[in-house]
T-cell receptor, first 117, second 114 residues
Framework: AQSVTQLDSQVPVFEEAPVELRCNYS??????LFWYVQYPNQGLQLLLK??????LVKGINGFEAEFNKSQTSFHLRKPSVHISDTAEYFC???????????????FGKGTHLIIQP | NAGVMQNPRHLVRRRGQEARLRCSPM?????VYWYRQLPEEGLKFMVY????????ESGMPKERFSAEFPKEGPSILRIQQVVRGDSAAYFC????????????FGPGTRLTVL
């Protein structure tokens, strides 16, 4: 069984400041890792993904995340945030091969990023 | 290339009525997943379907909820005799093959039960 923990339910940050949203996972197998963003009253949009290769992954809108296998973390970062980054951010983990369990994609509870002017 | 389409985007029902939510996957995708998002919660898996088959419905409530993905037409999530606790956002995602880790999500249907 796999699980995802997003330690912070809310993160307030001033505009143009850096931000880090934390994500830790547990899984007994190799994983794929994702960050999704959900703007108010909209669906989920893929921000970035780690499937294999370089552990530093760059996504859209200036976000990046680093896969740390030893710490089982996949924290999301942005060096300078903008008001438009205000949204809910979800970390998700998927088994390399979901095998018997058809879905295999587990979401964290989300972190609400609040950008203050 | 149109993405995943869901309709309606907003649905209001009174207790006891039926709710039908539709999902059209991306072109070329034959695998559909339904998720429910309750307030202040992440997405919870409900059901995984392939054309004409339910592959995994382990996340579906045992009563009142059903899903189908016919050979022609969209996937339908049906909730009979809705209750206030069914109020949530329901998201559909699609993928091109079984077990594919990358899924494309639709914009969701926000169900409000009065």
């Amino acid at each position: 069984a796999q699980s995802v923990t997003q330690l912070d339910s809310q993160v307030p940050v001033f505009e143009e400041a850096p931000v880090e949203l934390r994500c830790n996972y547990s899984s007994s197998v190799s994983v794929y890792l994702f960050w999704y963003v959900q703007y108010p009253n909209q669906g989920l949009q893929l921000l970035l993904k780690y499937l294999s290769g370089s552990t530093l992954v760059k996504g859209i809108n200036g976000f990046e995340a680093e896969f740390n296998k030893s710490q089982t973390s996949f924290h999301l970062r942005k060096p300078s945030v903008h008001i438009s980054d205000t949204a809910e951010y979800f970390c998700a983990v998927s088994d390399n091969w979901s095998g018997g369990g058809a879905d295999g994609l587990t979401f964290g509870k989300g972190t609400h990023l609040i950008i203050q002017p | 290339n149109a993405g995943v389409m869901q309709n309606p985007r907003h649905l209001v029902r009174r207790r006891g009525q039926e709710a039908r939510l539709r999902c059209s996957p991306m072109k070329g995708h034959s695998h559909v997943y339904w998720y429910r998002q309750l307030p202040e919660e992440g997405l919870k898996f409900m059901v995984y379907l392939q054309k004409e088959n339910i592959i995994d419905e382990s996340g579906m409530p045992k009563e009142r909820f059903s899903a189908e993905f016919p050979k022609e037409g969209p996937s339908i999530l049906r909730i009979q005799q809705v209750v206030r606790g069914d109020s949530a956002a329901y998201f559909c995602a699609s993928s091109p093959e079984r077990g594919a880790p990358l899924r494309h999500f639709g914009p969701g249907t926000r169900l409000t039960v009065l």
